[in-house]
């Protein structure tokens, strides 16, 4: 069974992994190669080029055209994921940030904490005159909150509860905040009610992305940040924004209150319209390879274990 389960995940690895052939022009493929290519390595590659003609046919109207003048600074992104593809990390200012190598997004702004009350942040007023509204409706339905142990990769000691806990935002589930954020500029990551339990905290670690920031609207409860260095508190019916890129912690040192979250990720604003546009098509094309990356996968999943519980049972038998 252990061996099951570490196929398993190996397996699901290999089916989430973006291939190169995503962001450039797949080489032909000699002929020997692929007749030394197990059916399922053939399928894989089928579905990445599959997904990279798709992309740029629908970015840039066909599958071998030039990028538009608009889209170069994308361009070199999804060359940088190409180049990428073992979660390398590239430790920039000092050690204050931390990049994946194949999320460098060139020429974007690294600002720390951002000043929610410059004109690149007037979309918040709105959704901030919603602030009641929505504690309202997070207090009736925010029951079951995902959490799980996080770990520590930083010099702290393994997995540690961090009191952290997530549900996402739905116009099923929070029809009010969804309505709130219509006209946000919500970057294709993540957008949820989220929780940070009394007395807990999430050690100080780096999300990597540059291209989306973090933004939160306080609920209720008061908590704070700490982000490269500062702090950043939680004050109810305010926001506050942060580039997650540079180490940060956040903390609830309240003994019995728990701090209650918008947590929504947004585009950074040196982002230009063209841009946002390739990366949530870029989101949708990478969703779907994977789903059918796991799908090819299933039947050779299968096979293994029929093989290992033959295996295990011949054993047994003997």
């Known amino acids: 069974m252990h061996r099951i389960r570490s196929m398993r995940a190996l ?8 291939a190169s052939s995503l962001h450039s022009t797949p080489p032909p493929r000699r002929r020997a190669s692929r007749l030394h290519a197990t059916e399922w390595q053939a399928a894989l590659d089928d579905i990445d080029g599959d997904a990279w003609r798709d992309l740029r046919r629908e970015l840039y109207g066909a599958p071998d055209a030039a990028p538009p003048s608009t889209l170069k600074r994308f361009e070199t992104y999804c060359e940088n994921r190409r180049k990428s593809l073992e979660e390398e990390v590239l430790e920039d200012l000092g050690g204050r940030r931390l990049l994946e190598c194949q999320q460098n997004y060139p020429d974007l702004e690294a600002t720390p904490i951002w000043d929610v009350t410059t004109e690149a942040w007037r979309w918040l007023d709105p959704i901030l005159a919603q602030t009641e509204k929505m504690r309202d409706e997070v207090r009736r339905r925010a029951t079951t909150f995902r959490e799980s142990k996080w770990v520590d990769t930083y010099g702290r000691d393994g997995a540690y509860d961090s009191g952290w806990g997530m549900v996402d935002i739905t116009p099923q589930a929070f029809p009010a905040v969804a309505r709130a954020l219509r006209g946000a500029p919500l970057a ?5 009610i989220a929780r940070q339990r009394a007395d807990r905290s999430i050690h100080a670690h780096s999300d990597r992305v540059p291209w989306a920031l973090t933004c939160h609207i306080t609920l209720e409860g008061r908590g704070h940040m700490v982000v490269d260095g500062e702090r950043l508190d939680w004050t109810p019916g305010e ?10 912690s956040a903390h609830n040192e309240h003994p019995s209150e728990d701090v209650y979250l918008v947590h929504l990720d ?15 098509a870029l989101s949708r094309h990478l969703a779907a390879a994977r789903r059918r990356r796991a799908a090819a996968l299933s039947p050779f999943v299968a096979g293994l274990e029929s093989a290992f519980s033959a295996g295990d049972a011949s054993r047994d038998e003997s």
């Open 188 to 192: 294709p990551r993540r957008r949820c």
């Open 11 to 18: 397996l699901a690895f290999l089916a989430a992994v973006p």
């Open 266 to 280: 947004v585009f950074h604003p040196g982002l230009s319209t063209d841009e946002r546009h390739a990366l949530e």
């Open 239 to 248: 926001a506050t924004v942060c580039d997650t890129t540079f180490f940060h």
